[in-house]
DNA sequence: CGCTTGCCTGGAGTGCACTCCAAGGTCTTA
DNA sequence: TAAGACCTTGGAGTGCACTCCAGGCAAGCG
């Protein structure tokens, strides 16, 4: 039931692991254009963009010219936002805890009730995927050792 | 980079978690019909048809009126290739594999290959869950103890 | 025998999350 | 001041993984 999937801009499916969280937040400064924000977070331009039509950005400061000029205060919510997609949290759920946090204190409640459920939702993906990964390493160990495995026989 | 996408079978997207794998085999036959499958797998027939059409799916049998007769082994293999959906695994490289597998033992080393690399895949799904399940508590504990949490700054 | 239910097919449609395009304005640096 | 890189918008397009539809065949039952 649950379907993951992994962005194209990287070779294959295979992510390149050792990506090490790379980009470094340039400190001293508060204004970033928006295609630095897409090297800091790896979004593109496009849909950084589209998270702000969406709603799942608060509204970004603009130049004087109506050029988006984000804060480091946008960084860390992106931050944030790039966990929620993590959990496999659709954008459309995302939208909905950025609006709760737009309405204010009211909504203290629904907000920690959403990321409750999403953390019994990251516990209970963690523990599929420690499940897989015996499937997996069982199914090696077959390849390992013999010279005809029993295919499609789990 | 990675995005996680769940069915929606489940209301909204927290799974209901305590599904148990439900579906038990019943033994004593060889013969399944789709839709018996399809109660199995938690997969719908429209899937297990389309997973054949692709060639996820090694021919199935069928009844001298020509539908399908799943076997046991069929189920082995799509418990199997639920597991390998579990892990992000896009169905084009699912079905690369079940080439492989039709193709005969010379693609063992090929095969083994796809699995380590999966394996990597998942072990690092995992610690970017783990890294997320700290973030997620953290704010939590912002939520449980403050009145008025600091929104947009972690 | 007719009715309901289940299965078949090829092909079209859906929903999500981007991703890109066209047409134009702006900024930088030589 | 001119070239070229970068930014703006609304809207259209893409890729994936299903999901459904129309039209038809077949089996079981009262």
Known sequence: MTVVQVAKSKPGWARDCADGDGHLRPDGRDQYTISEVADFTGLSAHT??????????????RSHTGQRRFSNRDLDWLAFVGKLRLTGMPVADMVTYAEMVRAGDQTFAERR????STRVDVLQRIAELQDTLTVLDSKISTYAGARSAPERTA
């Open 48 to 61: 950084l963009r589209w998270y702000e039509r969406i709603g799942l950005m608060p509204h970004v400061d």
């Open 113 to 116: 009730a959403l990321l409750e």
